[in-house]
């Protein structure tokens, strides 16, 4: 029998904000499995903020989404038929499989595809806390931010699923640690759920003297640290209260990824308070991925890691979904449940 397979394809570049025009939902029978094939039927999809970066042409760090092709990204999933020694039927895995319903992989050819164990960690969990966004924080915190116990940690998206990881791995450091976050809801989950000290919510200012002031309270030592995935006004403000020899893990600029300018208001500052800032891309770091992952998965398993997730119901709400996560309509790891 004939499996079909609904896809969602980029089939023009944004200008500005995404809308769904720019996705075409295509349906297309699965082909038939070739020798060392495997069929995976994913389970969830990944909605990541990076994508929307991969939808313009130009040059950045990674290649451009191609137009007419499946949207990539994350997914986990079950092998439901596979013609490959190494994977049998019933393995969850975790994969780039892409915004599809059925992926078609050569498993020789699948450098990112892993077995998982959902024994004690939930299958969705892999593509948050114990995934890529987990290990974007493990990375930044511990191999740029470098935290000592006593300093001060500043993370903005903070109820996000990366924010909300460094903050909890930064309180086992024995920093005190500040987010910043959209909305009453969100700030009290920074603090209640995932054990922040303050969280500010940056909607309730909206000008830099405003920003710069939450922080001064919310940081009287000034801040040592700053895990940046934001840019703009909230950028601004943490170097004001910056302290000599701080450091800045520049992991995302999420203000700026629809086309806003972000300009920097005071880059001096770097070098009055002898900054470090430095950028990184997580897939640039593979050494680090089997250590983090260990730690990560024993967090989640133990109960200690907490996280939200915001589950988007069926491949078609996939553009909605996406569309919302770059104006802050989730709360924790975006992701689509496809069954
Ligand atoms: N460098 C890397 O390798 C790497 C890897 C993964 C992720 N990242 C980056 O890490 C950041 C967080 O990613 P994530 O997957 O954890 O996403 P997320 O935090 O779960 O979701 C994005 C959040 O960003 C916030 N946001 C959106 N627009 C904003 C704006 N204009 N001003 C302030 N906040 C805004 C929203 O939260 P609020 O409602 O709280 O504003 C939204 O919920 C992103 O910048 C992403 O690109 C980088």
Redesign the pocket.
């Known amino acids: 029998m004939t499996t079909m397979n609904k896809q969602w394809h980029l089939v023009s570049r944004p200008s500005g904000e995404p809308t769904p025009d720019n996705f075409k939902l295509v349906e297309a029978p699965v082909p038939e499995l070739q020798d060392g094939q495997v069929l995976v039927r994913n389970h969830f999809m990944s909605l990541?903020?990076?994508m929307r970066g991969r939808m313009n042409e130009g040059k950045s760090y990674a290649q451009p989404q191609p137009l007419n092709a499946v949207m990539q990204g994350g997914t986990v999933g079950e092998v439901v038929a596979s013609k490959s020694a190494a994977y049998q039927v019933g393995d969850k895995v975790v994969s780039g499989g892409g915004w599809q319903q059925y992926q078609l992989a050569d498993a020789q050819a699948q450098a990112m595809m892993r077995k998982v164990d959902t024994t004690h960690v939930p299958l969705s969990a892999y593509l948050g806390a114990v995934g890529?966004?987990g290990v974007?924080a493990w990375v930044g915190l511990m191999t740029i931010i470098e935290p000592k116990a006593g300093e001060t940690v500043v993370v903005?998206?903070?109820?996000?699923?990366?924010?909300a990881v460094v903050g909890q791995l930064a309180k086992a450091q024995g920093c005190r640690v500040v987010g910043l976050?959209?909305?009453p809801d969100?700030c009290k989950a920074v603090t209640d759920e995932f054990g922040f000290d303050a969280c500010i919510d940056?909607r309730q200012h909206p000008d830099l003297k405003s920003l710069s002031a939450a922080l001064k309270e919310a940081c009287p030592k000034g801040i040592d640290g700053y895990f940046e995935?934001?840019g703009?006004l909230?950028l601004d403000a943490v170097m004001h209260r910056a302290n000599a020899f701080s450091r800045i893990a520049m992991?995302?600029?999420?203000?700026g990824y629809n086309g806003q300018p972000i300009p920097m208001a005071a880059p001096q500052l770097i070098l009055v308070n002898r900054m470090k800032v430095q950028g990184?891309?997580?897939?640039e770091h593979m050494q680090h991925w089997p250590q983090a992952l260990k730690e990560l998965g024993m967090g989640v398993a133990s109960g200690k890691l907490k996280y939200r997730e915001t589950v988007a119901m069926g491949i078609e709400a996939a553009p909605q979904a996406f569309i919302g996560?770059?104006?802050?309509k989730?709360f924790?790891?975006?992701l689509v449940k496809l069954i």
């Not at 903005?156 to 924010?163: F, L, P």
């Not at 992991?251 to 203000?255: E, P, R």
């Not at 990184?280 to 897939?283: A, E, G, K, P, R």
């Not at 996560?325 to 802050?328: I, Q």
């Open positions: 990541d903020p990076y890529m966004p974007t903005s998206a903070a109820s996000g699923a990366v924010g976050a959209g909305g969100k940056y995935n934001v703009g909230i992991c995302g600029m999420i203000a990184f891309i997580v897939s996560l770059l104006k802050g989730n924790g790891k975006q």
